[in-house]
């Protein structure tokens, strides 16, 4: 069961005129609630040959290790939401963001859209939601202690590129994993 | 006023612990409404030299000329997103998609995701939202009658890059059109 948020009275799930996928429409004023993909934006901050990481101190994936980044919010750009989440979770101020991967992760209706970018110092803290932060070589990359899939495959990309001492921007796509 | 989907009392607009923008919370049951920017996802299809752009048929910019491009719906991927609008508006099959601009316009929270895209015939027509579909020459675009600001920039940035034998992504934003 779910409510209408312009009126409050039940929505029933139908396909609307002229539309081709079932939506949320109120029984009683018509209203139509569509939901779309959310778009979570992040930044591989870099300082000289190292990148910053942060540990999850909040769930999902709690205590394992992530690049800065977050859900977009309205009425921001992608790069200053990018900046935004790195600055929230390690206290790390950036500059010169490139767009480098999008991620499509459709079993969740989400796309990652990460930059490279620059720490403008050495400079960065735990905070609420990170409770280690911390200059990683390409050694000392912890991969089996890393939280989500996209970003794995963004760190992964990241060297690649740098192998080969260029960057291009690249689009994928994570599939869900098997079910054991 | 607005109501909680998940038990249909009211909403107060109020910064969650652990937030920093305030978010419409139900008085009653305590459930935060996330709102977030939307992805529109589409192509720029091409047949030889020429690219194909449709004629609105509907709501907003009536009348004008847009390249193919809609919400992206969840569970499906940006490409298969910005397939299926060309799809839906103009009765044209593409393939090899290749992400070339992003625009962000933050004054109405949304991220345009646009794909150089090739026809797979010279195949389209008329479709419930499109009065007229055509393939389009460079010295034929109809620039002063273009319906999105976003779509417009996709178009000259794609000549641009046209014209220098090369294509790269791009990122951009589009500013809130100046008060009259």
Redo the contacts between chains.
């Keep these: 069961m ?9 929505t029933q799930e139908s396909i609307p005129d ?1 539309d ?2 079932p939506r ?1 429409v109120c029984s009683s004023c018509g209203y139509i ?7 979570i934006v992040g930044c591989i901050p870099e300082w000289k040959n190292k990148i910053l990481l942060c540990k999850r101190a909040i769930e999902p994936r709690f205590g394992l290790w992530t690049l800065p980044a977050g ?10 939401g990018a900046a935004r989440e790195t600055l ?1 979770e390690s206290n790390a101020n950036v500059r010169d963001l490139e ?1 480098f991967t ?1 991620y ?1 992760i ?2 969740i ?1 989400q ?1 990652y ?1 990460m930059f490279r970018a620059k720490l403008t110092a050495p400079e960065y803290s735990v905070s ?1 939601e990170s409770s280690e932060v911390q200059l990683f070589d390409e050694e000392n990359i912890p991969w089996d202690e890393i939280a989500f899939a996209a970003i794995k495959q963004t760190l992964r990309q990241y060297f690649e590129d740098r192998a080969k001492g260029k960057f291009s ?1 690249h ?1 994928g ?1 994570i599939e869900a994993p098997a079910r054991k």
């Design positions: 779910s409510y209408c948020k312009k009126c409050g009275q039940t002229g081709h996928l949320a609630h569509y939901e779309n993909p959310k778009l859900f977009m919010e309205n009425h921001e750009t992608t790069a200053a929230e767009a999008l499509d459709p079993h209706s796309v859209l609420p921007f689009v796509t």
